[in-house]
């Protein structure tokens, strides 16, 4: 069992910055592969980044390409997701997620149906 706990939203202004953080523990860090998910009201949730236990990385190129960055800190079990350049558009609850190390690919990771394991969410809401 791995439980995830995410840290770090809150209210920003357009092209502020947030950094989320995944906190994790249950299982070795290194054993799964990290995921992040947004999903605002009304609508589906949807990828935003994933990066591998090797460090390879996805990152949604539509939305959030050259903005946002995932990475992880093996030795404090803990993911980040660096958001610059904030818009409105961003405004979601965002939701960490993991998965087996194996189960890693490149479509396959993007998707919320791939990971086991989910947190609770944090809200990020960015204003005009």
């Known amino acids: 069992q791995v439980h995830l706990e995410e840290s770090g939203g809150g209210l920003v202004q357009a092209g502020g910055s947030l950094r989320l953080s995944c906190a994790t523990s249950?299982?070795?860090?290194?054993?799964?592969?990290l995921g992040w998910f947004r999903q605002a009201p009304g609508k589906e949730r949807k990828f935003v980044a994933a990066i591998r236990w090797t460090g390879d990385t996805i990152v949604d190129i539509d939305s959030v390409k050259g903005r946002f960055t995932i990475s992880r800190d093996d030795p404090k079990s803990t993911a980040y997701l660096q958001m610059n350049s904030l818009e409105p558009e961003d405004t979601a609850v965002y939701y960490c997620a993991a998965q087996d190390w194996v189960d890693w690919s490149a479509t396959g990771s993007t998707r919320a149906n791939a990971y086991r394991y989910w947190g609770q969410g944090t809200q990020v809401t960015v204003s005009s």
């Open positions: 249950g299982r070795t860090f290194s054993d799964y592969n």
